[in-house]
């Protein structure tokens, strides 16, 4: 579940470049004959690429600049559909803890490192989402559709200042919804084989958003292979 926002890159590292998290997601599909609806059941994990602790000449970088979220992750959803109709809700919960970074802000000699949230011993709240898209149509082969994905992070993020407490703190604005309008492909190439997009821009987004998944558009493409 990807947070999506306004994109900042201040620090001297150059370009910020996040990889595609890692996914393992196994699906169960439901629908009796005679019915329009279809439901299906999503049961997953996401696996870190990275601890999550990158660093530059000796200095912890902070998370917009990690290529990973360091965490593993459970994954659970369901989907109903119909012919034009698809409606999901899913949550993503850490099961791993905290991860390894140790970014503060204060250690860096560069006034615009206060731009980004602390995120030492990072602990990242769950999310939950609701979608809703509606096929675009293009026929059986070739599909489009577009909706809106809601995702609310359950609870503050929180960081550990060893300055100030070795207690965790809570990150202020990290809780709270993003709203994103979405944008699907999907070329049917055989009966279990299909290659596709999705895309993403946020209308709303939190305040603050210490886990770095800050974006002005996603775009990412897509192969499924169907059992």
């Not at 926002?5 to 005679?34: D, E, I, M, V, Y």
């Not at 019915?35 to 530059?56: C, D, F, H, V, Y």
């Not at 970074?101 to 602390?118: G, K, R, S």
Request: glycine letters at 10%.
């Amino acid at each position: 579940m990807v947070d999506t926002g306004p994109t900042h890159s201040k620090l001297g590292f150059g370009r910020s470049w996040q990889s595609q998290r890692s996914r393992r997601h196994f699906h169960f599909r439901n629908a009796s004959p005679g019915r329009q609806w279809q439901t299906s059941i999503t049961l997953g994990a996401k696996l870190p690429l990275s601890s999550g602790n990158l660093e530059t000449g000796g200095n912890p970088l902070p998370m917009q600049y990690q290529s990973s979220l360091g965490t593993a992750d459970l994954i659970t959803g369901i989907t109903v559909t119909d012919h034009t109709w698809q409606f999901s809700a899913g949550w993503q919960q850490p099961l791993s803890g905290s991860n390894r970074n140790q970014f503060l802000p204060q250690f860096w000699n560069d006034p615009e490192a206060a731009d980004y949230p602390p995120s030492n011993d990072f602990d990242r709240s769950a999310d939950v989402l609701v979608r809703a898209s509606y096929l675009l149509g293009a026929g059986r082969k070739l599909t489009f559709s577009g909706g809106l994905l809601a995702i609310y992070h359950l609870s503050e993020d929180t960081y550990v200042d060893p300055g100030i407490t070795n207690d965790p703190i809570s990150i202020t604005g990290s809780k709270g919804l993003t709203l994103n309008a979405t944008l699907t492909g999907n070329w049917n190439i055989a009966a279990n084989f299909a290659i596709g997009f999705s895309a993403g821009a946020p209308l709303v987004f939190r305040d603050v958003r210490p886990d770095g998944l800050t974006r002005s558009i996603v775009f990412a493409p897509e192969v499924n292979w169907r059992f």
